[in-house]
């Protein structure tokens, strides 16, 4: 398969050359190949589909489109994105945002889920201190996302239930649910909407942000 | 993920190191574990290894590899680590190291390629394979990486490795960039290389094949790249797939100049 593909390739390339555009292959046909390529090359292992792939959405296919080009995503586009994802988010069923935070720090902790070395059925982690600071007790936490050390503490949230405070708890229900509601292009997971966590593990995790007992919030 | 390998480092540390240090905070006692790796490299073993198997009859042919060409003609092993992957005319197609590799053990050693590929990583043949890179790799040590993009396939492979690279997909939206496109960014407290540019001598690609001290094992650049996309919930990229050898050949160009330190040592 990979001789095939590689094959169409050199022929695709000949033809150029005899046509005389030796400036090599469009971007067209790179990402045709690039395609071409990826359905060649990967494979189902145990619950992790190629699919994941090959039926990716336009949220990605966009913002990796503009990032190959190293411009930002247009501006049109990734409005149309921002909401279409932002459509999606699912609010919580009981109205409840705020779970247990001591829950919602175990999920935090938690990098386990679907991988193909991951078990299909387990509940999966959430990778929160991945990339974000939460508890300043736990000092192994990444750097890709930003400090939530004092999370709701300095968005100005003492009492959860305040109504003042929620435009603030509605924003962390929604991020977590779907970050590329609020920016197309963010690096942050879908935790809800692509199924990473389910509503009750959203509702903890919105709960170790905005809880003022959280240690987040010490 | 890994971050229950960093955790459990960390735990580890805790228990047998704090004691004697209890003034130490614990990212400097995970600094002193770090420098302590550095003292003694068991990737040796598997450079020994490997220079024992090539030299050695094998396979159904009952050959050595010593007349299989790597990118500089045929005997050749020094240097050829830094120009990799690269445009084989014989087989018409791009290869890294470990395809190249595989390729002199079918046709010089009677051994079946395609069989090779689909054995997991440690066992039988791959093990010979990883054993054979090391030693490949090691005999490049302290060279500068320079791949060739004079073949329309080493371009072409380049700018799909690109589009690899930035492929957004999975349940978590993660693509090769998501970690490493940036400078000075860490996973828990991993650093992470990044590798749109030169990320610097012995970093990224100019460190692998490595010896992992947190599972005893030697890792490749394929295990290596396989167990990226592992944990980008990506599916499985077939071993010396066009996609990891295009990945491969990106991360390879945008190194040029680094020095490689291949074998090095990780957690």
Sequence with gaps: MNKKTQLVLASLAAALVAAGCASGPSVAELNALTDKIVKASFRDQSHVKVARLTATDETNTACSEADVAGKPLDEKIAKRIEEANMKAIKWPSDGKFIGDWKQGEAIAQSGRGLTWTDSATALNGGNCYNCHQMDKKEISYGTIGPSLYNYGKIRGVSNPDDPASKPIVEYTWGKIWNAKAYNACSNMPRAGHMGILNETQVRHIVGLLLDPKSPVNQ | ?267
């Design chain 2, 1 to 267: 993920m890994k971050k229950t390998s960093t955790l459990s480092m960390a735990a580890a540390l805790m228990m047998c190191v704090v004691p004697a240090m209890a003034q130490k905070t614990a990212s400097q006692g995970i600094d002193e574990y770090r420098a302590m790796l550095q003292d003694g490299n068991p990737a040796e073993l598997f450079e020994a290894k490997g220079e024992d198997l090539w030299k050695k009859a094998r396979g159904p042919k009952n050959a050595t590899l010593e007349k299989c060409d790597l990118g500089k003609g045929p005997g050749v092993f020094k240097g050829v680590f830094v120009e990799l992957p690269k445009y084989f005319a014989d087989t018409q197609k791009m290869q890294d190291l470990e395809s190249r590799l595989v390729t002199c053990m079918e046709t010089l050693q009677g051994f079946n390629a395609a069989e090779i590929s689909k054995t997991a990583f440690g066992r039988g043949e791959m093990a010979n394979v990883t054993a054979l890179a090391t030693w490949v790799a090691a005999e490049s040590k302290g060279m500068k990486f320079n791949l060739s993009q004079s073949h329309t396939q080493e371009k072409t492979f380049y700018e799909v490795g690109k589009r690899l690279f930035f492929q957004r997909g999975g349940t978590h939206d993660f693509s090769c960039a998501s970690c490493h496109g940036e400078e000075g960014k860490r996973i828990r407290l991993q650093d992470l290389p990044i590798l749109t540019k030169n990320p610097g001598d012995g970093v990224g690609f100019a460190a692998w094949p490595a010896y992992r001290v947190s599972n005893g094992q030697m890792w490749s650049m394929q295990l290596r790249l396989n167990d990226c996309y592992r944990q980008q919930r990506f599916p499985y990229p077939g071993f010396a797939s066009d996609a990891t050898v295009a990945l491969s050949t990106y991360l390879g160009v945008n190194a040029k100049g680094a020095a490689s330190i291949a074998p090095a040592i990780k957690r």
